[in-house]
């Protein structure tokens, strides 16, 4: 409220912000009470008359209700029309009949009201079952065990991405500190991690590892609390306490329950009288202790959280983490195909699943399927040109792993309509030959330009070994064949040799300028959500090392207004002005390996590097952290433009990264490429890697591993592949040896003739 009173009276969002961030973040908390307990606000209100009279007017609208608003899982339930009890109208949309009362007065009258929520984490499960039962034949959640280490290990290195209720920075790092070992624990960390029990969170866990000594004000409460060290976390907790101690029915320990929740004093003051001699008569308490349990009691039932309702969102996050830890590749694909609309956080849990080792293949129109499904890697190596197939039963080297296939319904522009009946198109008439194969065997009205540009953009035709800029070029010779054939069709004329689309001749090639690996992954990030053909800070891996740059990722581990310096490629920048002076700034989008962080460049520092501030640009940033609603913010308070010394494996097309080359003799077996693929596989990043291979002729074959082996380097990967690692000093000396040898061959023919 104080941030739009602010911008009501035109000031700048900063100083909305500064005030805001006075407010201390304790529930039902008032503004008189704010400026009480905070001396910062209060000097602010005595010297600075702009938040004097920004507070004269927030205490004015404070408790107000600022907008009506519709629940978006209550149902109001009566036994006879709604109209009788309750004034009705429709929502904005005009669609609903909504109740004109909310929920307290909805309660006073007596009325039930019940919430029906639709969890997509259901459905996730659903679609994660079903992938595991393809290769698990009867798989059932029913079956599996509710005490798995694995499971328990994620929230505990903090691994919680896509586990239900866990997902938030906050809740992650606690969950770090929790030391989780049965489902009991997921259930306090639920009910614990809301607004007001968060105080108690330090308090618990000191109590759970031994170091506070547990105390309870009588020794009944032991036997209602002992689970939870002496900490009443639940409701159910209260109002066990009510019946045990006072002998109150367990109808009357809930009126109880509410009135303390409610904090209704007239209430309030008649509940103590009667707690007080149901103590006494029950368990022969005196009034001093009662009262002390009472006063308990009361600052828990506040805080307290229904523990059935804990304990079902506990056994849906159990459920998430079991399969994330047993079944990773089909989980990941359940996530990823259920937020296929999404490319901000597809662009996460790609990230996931690179840090899981998990291998996400790019699109392809002859393999993917409609949603992310999961694949052997050794397939997308059966498809190789056959001048780059090694002699091994006619086929490239079996590397074996599971990896995700991205879905092409998950490509923008693309449509799931269209992919749909690609997909039926392909099932029907078998693999797509050519960008004009793909035209004519689809209407014109689904095969359309925009499609085209976004399937070769992202790479869905890279299938074909041809330069995705040519493809680009031979889109429109492609669909003004694949119309000239659909007409032939129309008018009756069909092949004499096969199927009406066979005749489609492809495009003829075009000498066209390929686009550099920056372009590629542009497009790719675009259109996808990550990249494939590399990444902006492949080239900038040692600086950032040397520079000792944090990653994104971690600074979701440091407290409120922490400085830190990161680096990273600009995704988008949005340029801004202030309301009141009108001065220019941006809040910008920085992305590393790890992770995504929004960035606000004030005026001061926008003037002066406003011209660096180009999506795709690699910079590095100092600046302070800002945890506002747990999302990652924070201000740059400096910002320079990184540079890096291009290596010598830099060619006109832009690669930047030199690739990996293993070196492996002619006798190598299938256990050998096997170990290699494994050490690839357990370190996941973006370098290319290169598998260099002697024949028994003495020729050397050169393989490009792609995307799904892209790695990162580290000292342990390189002395693990040490037997097999060729540095690049050792490759140039190994091609200028190859290039003297071809001189030497040529030049004896011509000494010859003379």
Known sequence: MVRDVARVMGLSV????????????????TLNSSVERNPELKRAVATEPQTKQLMEYATALEGLSRSAGVH??????????????????????????????????????????????????????EDTVTLIGKSVPGFSLKNIPLDDAAAFGLYNRGETIGLFQMESGGITSVSKQFDVRKL?????????????????????????????????????????????????IYQEQVMAAASKLAGYSMGQADLLRRAMGKKDKEKMAKERANFIAGCARTNEIGEKKANAIFDLLEKFAGYGFNKSHSAAYALISYQTAFLKANHPVEFMAGLLSNEINNTEKISVLVSECKRMGITILPPDVNRS???????????????????????????????????????????????????????????????FKSLEDFCSRLDSRIANRKMLESLVK?????????????????????????????????????????????????ARKRSVTPWSDREKMSYEKELLGFYVTGHPLDGYADVIANRKYQSIASLGELSDRSTFRVAGAITQVDKKFTRKEGKPFAVVWLEDLTGTLELVVWNELYLECAEKLVPGNVVGVRGKLDLRDESLRATAEKLRLLSFEVPRASNPAGVVTPPLCLHFSANAGSAELREVQALLAASPGHRPVQLIFETAEGETLRVDAGAAFHVSVTAELEEQLQRWLITAVEERAREAEQRKEAAAATAVPRALEY
Not at 75 to 96: H, Q, T
Not at 463 to 469: G, K, S, V
């Open 14 to 29: 900063r100083d909305g912000d500064r005030i805001a961030k006075m407010i201390p973040n304790e529930l039902n908390i």
């Open 72 to 125: 978006a899982a209550g149902v109001v339930i009566s036994d006879r029309d709604l109209s009788e009890y309750v004034p009705l109208c429709r929502d904005v949309k005009g669609n609903d009949i909504v109740s004109q009362y909310s929920m307290n007065p909805l309660n006073d009258l007596g009325l039930l009201k019940m919430d029906f929520l639709g969890l997509k984490t259901l459905t996730v499960i």
């Open 184 to 232: 009991d624990d997921i259930i306090a960390l639920i009910a614990l991690y809301r607004p007001g029990p968060m105080e108690l969170i330090g308090d618990y866990i000191k109590r759970k590892k031994g170091l506070t000594k547990i105390r309870y004000e009588h020794p009944l409460l032991e036997e209602i609390c002992a689970d939870t060290y002496g900490v009443m």
């Open 369 to 431: 399927g409609l949603k992310f499904v999961p694949e052997t890697v050794a397939a997308a190596y059966d498809r190789r040109p056959q001048d780059e197939e090694i002699e091994n039963g006619g086929h490239s080297p079996p590397l074996h792993g599971r990896a995700i296939r991205f879905g092409l319904a998950a490509i923008k522009n693309v449509g799931e309509g269209a992919m749909e009946l690609a997909i039926r198109e392909r099932e029907r008439g078998g693999d």
């Open 458 to 506: 992202c790479g869905a035709f890279d299938f074909l070994h041809r330069e995705r800029a040519e493809l680009f070029a031979c889109i429109d010779d492609a669909l003004a064949s694949s119309a000239a054939a659909h007409r032939d069709r129309m008018a009756g004329q069909v092949s004499l040799f096969g199927d009406a689309h066979e005749h489609v001749a492809p």
